[in-house]
T-cell receptor, first 115, second 110 residues
Framework: SQTIHQWPATLVQPVGSPLSLECTVE??????LYWYRQAAGRGLQLLFY??????ISSEVPQNLSASRPQDRQFILSSKKLLLSDSGFYLC??????????????FGEGSRLTVL | QKEVEQDPGPLSVPEGAIVSLNCTYS??????FMWYRQYSRKGPELLMY????GNKEDGRFTAQVDKSSKYISLFIRDSQPSDSATYLC??????????FGAGTRLFVKA
C-alpha cells in the first residue's frame, strides 16, 4: 500500500532562518507531488506541484522554493523565513497519469511557526 | 470574489441530526467536485467526489452538484460524534490545480 511521510511535524523558527521540509512517498512510482499551505480559517493554497524529477511548477510567487531530487521525494525550502510563512504545510501525492488524476493523498502536515 | 466560497462555521449539531454542508463557486469550467474531511492536526482525506452534476451516495453521506447554480452540497445522515471534523469542499477543471474552500468545522454532540 502507498504511504506518505512528512517531517518535521512541528517547527518553530526565527525570522530570517532557513527552512527545509521533506516529504517522501512509498509504494508508488512516478507520482504527482504537491505542496499546499493551510492558514487558519483559509482553504488549502497550492504552492508547488511536480510531475517528475526536477520538474517544479510554482503557483504562488514567494520566498519559498521546491525541489524533487528523486522520484518520490519532495522538498520545500526557504533561505530566509518571514513571519507570513507561518502555517500548516501539507505534502500530497496523486497518481501520475497527466491531467487530473483523481484523489489527492495528504501527509500528516508540518506546522511551522515563525517568530 | 473567491473562486470557492464556504461558510467556516462552526456548525454544532446533536448526534443523529442531518447535517448539510455547502459551497458555491464562480468558475463554470470546474468539472470535478470533491469533499475532504480533516481531523484536527491531520491531513485531509477524500470523502467523496462527483464528476459534473448529479448526486452520489455513499453510506450516510450524499454529495450533490448543481452546476447551473454553481452550488455543491454534502449531506450527512445520522451524524455521529466521530463525524466531528473540518469538511473541505474542493474542485478542479481537470488539471493539476485543485481549489479548496476554507472548510466548515462541524461538531456533533453526543
Amino acid at each position: 500500500s502507498q504511504t506518505i511521510h512528512q517531517w518535521p511535524a512541528t517547527l518553530v523558527q526565527p525570522v530570517g532562518s532557513p527552512l527545509s521540509l521533506e516529504c517522501t512517498v512509498e509504494g508508488t512510482s512516478n507520482p504527482n507531488l504537491y505542496w499546499y499551505r493551510q492558514a487558519a480559517g483559509r482553504g488549502l493554497q497550492l504552492l508547488f506541484y511536480s510531475v517528475g524529477i526536477g520538474q517544479i511548477s510554482s503557483e504562488v510567487p514567494q520566498n519559498l522554493s521546491a525541489s524533487r531530487p528523486q522520484d518520490r521525494q519532495f522538498i520545500l525550502s526557504s533561505k530566509k523565513l518571514l513571519l507570513s510563512d507561518s502555517g500548516f504545510y501539507l505534502c500530497a501525492w496523486s497518481v501520475g497519469q497527466g491531467g487530473w488524476s483523481g484523489e489527492l493523498f495528504f501527509g500528516e502536515g508540518s506546522r511551522l511557526t515563525v517568530l | 470574489q473567491k473562486e470557492v466560497e464556504q461558510d467556516p462555521g462552526p456548525l454544532s449539531v446533536p448526534e443523529g441530526a442531518i447535517v448539510s454542508l455547502n459551497c458555491t463557486y464562480s468558475n463554470s469550467a470546474f468539472q470535478y467536485f470533491m469533499w475532504y474531511r480533516q481531523y484536527s492536526r491531520k491531513g485531509p482525506e477524500l470523502l467523496m467526489y462527483t464528476y459534473s452534476s448529479g448526486n452520489k451516495e455513499d453510506g450516510r453521506f450524499t454529495a450533490q452538484v448543481d452546476k447551473s447554480s454553481k452550488y455543491i452540497s454534502l449531506f450527512i445522515r445520522d451524524s455521529q460524534p466521530s463525524d466531528s471534523a473540518t469538511y473541505l469542499c474542493a474542485m478542479t477543471t481537470g488539471g493539476f490545480k485543485t481549489i479548496f474552500g476554507a472548510g466548515t468545522r462541524l461538531f456533533v454532540k453526543a
